[in-house]
DNA sequence: TTCATAGTTCGATGCTAGCCAAAGTATGCA
DNA sequence: TGCATACTTTGGCTAGCATCGAACTATGAA
């Protein structure tokens, strides 16, 4: 009974399509102003204002004041985590959408979810890190271990600093198209930020789909593939 | 802007009271009649009709028909996997709740998840077993080792008949209150049974609380413990 | 057949909530 | 100070939908 009032208040709050589609604009991880936000979902200003005001209070988005802009994004990872699973049982069960176009098949190729990699590419590399032990799995948690921390260091991220904040520097986030862990928390998302800043990828505009450059792609799959052959799963 | 349509469906269908009251209730994992579900919704017949018509159509919930009664059950676990990771969020950013009663401890501690065990216990279980090597965890994907197939077949498992379904042996499910994985899919269920069935576990009238009998309890801890001592975590 | 139970369909009602235009507030820039 | 941009608030309109009572269908039992 109770349960269930705290679940319908969440839940409508996703449940209405203005902003239903803010929040998936916001999956993109990037935080975006009111008005690109009332632009993506299609309405006026006041329309959108109301509504990001709704879900802030809902506790679903986390908004910073920039000069005379407001940028709102998503409050954490578990609610980006909460919209994955839910657009996961929206692809389940929606075959009556149109057969997946270009742009599907990039979405789910590789994406990106919040702030890291996800689709095929997120989820090879997630397995690649495990396998080469960089990363310890147990159960649900995700370590880093001391091979792995050195190994990234190496390719330029700051792991001293990941250990310092909050936010946990592994974690494991289910993904709607291929259903398996990709890799998220701080290490995900420094992963991504070094992919992009050495050009190995790019975001498409306006989407959630990255693009690999070639000589990207390859220096990707080497550092997945590293020096030894394997027997593929 | 799809993806946003999409997330708005599925929401907005979980999104209104009477039927998130309805799925919460579904939660339980034993399937339900029309009659029951507008009791727990608190909604007269008519109403609640309507409400399983919409949420059957919407792929939510599964019907199948005995004599004049029609029993109502959630689709599959994703769809349960989808209301757990909802109830996290609401759980997480709800602190308007009044402060956890004996209901939500026991809840915490132990609970059905569909038709699996969730709960401190549950994730405790799932941890075991990956640690006593009868389950080997690979990413998201859990799989049952030879070691496992034996003992659970020792517990009184049909294992051959799980193999020979559609529904995956293992899988694992994240739990909202403890934030770990605990084990699904058949093994998972099939296990719970047996607790039951050996009355070491039983579960609470009209909710969602497992309480494990005295006697359960030890045998239960045994089962985790094996016969060797080890550190714990 | 007749009655009872389980559930759906229909019609009417009332409330909620989304929507926009216009006016109001706040920040930045010249 | 004055103007422009970014966003919020207010007010009024509308549509959708949750709700219930009453009538209808279907299964089971006497």
New binding site residues.
């Given amino acids: 009974m109770k349960a269930g009032t705290d679940l319908a208040q969440i839940a ?1 709050l996703v449940g ?4 239903a589609n803010m929040l998936a604009a916001l999956m993109g991880g990037t935080a975006l ?4 936000l ?1 632009m993506e ?14 879900l802030s209070d809902g506790g679903l988005l986390r ?1 910073t ?7 709102y994004a998503l409050a954490d990872h578990q609610v980006a985590a909460m919209l994955e699973s839910i657009m996961g049982v929206a692809a389940a069960l929606g075959p009556q959408k149109v057969l997946p176009g270009p742009r599907d098949t990039a979405m789910r190729e590789a994406r990106i979810c919040y702030d890291h990699l996800a689709g095929e590419a997120g989820v090879a590399m997630f397995d690649a890190f495990a396998e080469r032990g960089f990363i310890a799995i147990d159960g649900d948690d995700v370590n880093l271990t001391d091979k792995g921390a050195g190994f990234f260091s190496d390719f330029g991220l700051d792991i001293e600093a990941m250990r310092g904040k909050r936010r946990p520097v592994c974690r494991s986030c289910l993904d709607w198209s291929v259903r398996r862990s990709h890799l998220a928390g701080s290490l995900g998302a420094g992963v991504l930020d070094r992919f992009i800043a050495l050009k190995w990828a790019r975001r498409e505009k306006n989407s959630r789909v990255i693009r690999f450059t070639p000589p990207g792609r390859a220096a990707f799959e080497r550092m997945l593939r590293a020096d030894e052959g394997r027997t593929g799963a």
């Fill in positions: 409508s209405d399509p203005a902003r102003t009111a008005s690109e009332a979902a299609g309405v006026t200003l006041p329309t959108a204002s109301a509504h990001l005001a709704r908004m004041r920039q000069g005379r802009h407001r940028y």
